[in-house]
């Protein structure tokens, strides 16, 4: 079973990228589904920060949050 689905998430996070890198697209773990979206969303940025993502991070500008379900705007970071 995958860790995650992006047919089955609730949360999916968009990251743009600075000119000139691809734009990628994030889905919150399946076993967080029915979570509290803010308790999701807190986890994925920090998982988007960490060290490992340094070379992402860098190059991103903006990152949207949106209900995976119904398209929903939920919140810009930062």
């Known amino acids: 079973m ?3 689905d992006p047919n089955d998430a609730d949360i999916k ?3 743009y990228t600075k000119h000139g890198y691809k734009n990628k697209c ?3 773990y ?3 589904n029915g979570s509290d979206p803010d ?3 807190e986890g994925m940025i920090h998982r988007f920060e ?3 993502n340094k070379a ?3 190059v991103t500008q903006v990152l949207l949050f949106y209900n995976n379900r119904t398209n929903a705007f939920i919140k810009r970071y930062p």
């Open 50 to 52: 960490a060290i490992e």
């Open 56 to 58: 992402l991070a860098d």
């Open 30 to 32: 399946k076993r967080l």
């Open 26 to 28: 994030w889905f919150n």
């Open 39 to 41: 308790l999701i969303i």
């Open 13 to 15: 996070m968009k990251i």
């Open 2 to 4: 995958a860790l995650i």
